[in-house]
């Protein structure tokens, strides 16, 4: 299973972070959680939230007003959108696939390399 994390890699304050992760070896319709998480400058990682194979939604709940997950299945592919960022926001996140959630390690479970993404004027 292959995970790939794509998008802006600079996204200005109040603006929205949009990442796409495109998945290769399994399916997003599988019995799994589709995931996101982000590691922050000096901070451990972060569960962002996540999507199930049916599609049901899960965020984390400081996160849960700004973020929003979805999916296109016929690219296999899912999404994290995340509104009126700060430079607090500024991490490298992770997509991935895991077998529970909320998750907060790469070390279970197949995980994309990474981006940086910085939030900055």
């Known amino acids: 299973v292959q995970l790939q994390e794509s998008g802006p890699g600079l996204v200005q304050p109040s603006q929205t972070l949009s990442l796409t992760c495109t998945v290769s070896g399994a399916s997003i319709t599988t019995d799994y959680y589709w995931s996101w998480i982000r590691q922050t400058p000096g901070k451990g990682l972060e569960w962002v939230g996540a999507i199930g194979y049916v599609g049901s939604v899960y965020y984390n709940p400081s996160l849960k007003r700004r973020a929003s997950i979805s999916r296109d299945t016929s690219k296999n592919q899912f999404t994290l959108h995340l509104t009126s960022v700060t430079p607090e926001d500024t991490a490298v996140y992770y997509c991935?696939?895991?077998?529970?959630?909320?998750?907060?390690?790469?070390?279970?479970?197949?995980w994309g390399q990474g981006t940086l993404v910085t939030v900055s004027s």
């Open positions: 991935g696939r895991a077998t529970q959630r909320p998750v907060t390690t790469t070390s279970r479970g197949y």
